[in-house]
């Protein structure tokens, strides 16, 4: 299965997973031209970036792994991007990330500042 499929999966299984915790889901896939972010969703009143990684082995580390300090910094731009356009200035927020390793789901909070 190619990364695209594999990648669509983790999103749908893990925004499914957010809804099932009360979260609300306020974009998928918010795109501009620094970068995209996977999943904006919100939850007493925090707004929270969340970046889906999911994998079928093992093989090169944890799906968590992937979430580079690159990765973190362009997500950053993007979420700061974001509270602009929508003028949420004083907003509170944090950057999760779920990894999904076949179909068992870990949602990490506030993986990174």
Same mark, same amino acid.
């Given at each position: 299965? +190619?990364? /695209?499929?594999?990648? +669509?999966?983790?999103? &749908?299984?893990?925004?499914? !997973?957010? =809804?099932?915790? =009360?979260?609300?889901?306020?974009?998928?896939?918010? /795109?501009?031209? #620094?970068?995209? %972010?996977? #999943? %904006?969703?919100?939850?007493? +009143?925090? #707004?929270? @970036?969340?970046?889906?990684?999911?994998?079928?082995?093992?093989?090169?580390?944890?799906?968590?792994?992937?979430?580079?300090? $690159?990765?973190?910094?362009? &997500?950053?731009?993007?979420?700061? !991007? !974001?509270?602009? %356009?929508?003028?949420? !200035?004083?907003?509170?927020?944090? @950057? *999760?990330?779920?990894? &999904?390793? *076949?179909? *068992? %789901?870990? $949602? &990490?909070? +506030?993986?990174?500042?």
């Amino acid at each position: 299965m +190619n990364t /695209k499929i594999l990648g +669509n999966i983790g999103e &749908i299984l893990a925004k499914n !997973y957010l =809804k099932k915790k =009360k979260f609300k889901i306020l974009e998928t896939n918010f /795109k501009c031209k #620094i970068g995209e %972010i996977d #999943i %904006i969703a919100s939850k007493n +009143n925090i #707004i929270v @970036f969340v970046e889906v990684k999911f994998k079928s082995t093992k093989k090169f580390g944890l799906p968590r792994e992937m979430v580079t300090l $690159h990765k973190q910094n362009k &997500i950053k731009l993007v979420a700061s !991007y !974001y509270l602009q %356009i929508k003028k949420l !200035y004083n907003s509170i927020c944090r @950057f *999760d990330v779920i990894e &999904i390793f *076949d179909k *068992d %789901i870990n $949602h &990490i909070e +506030n993986a990174f500042t």
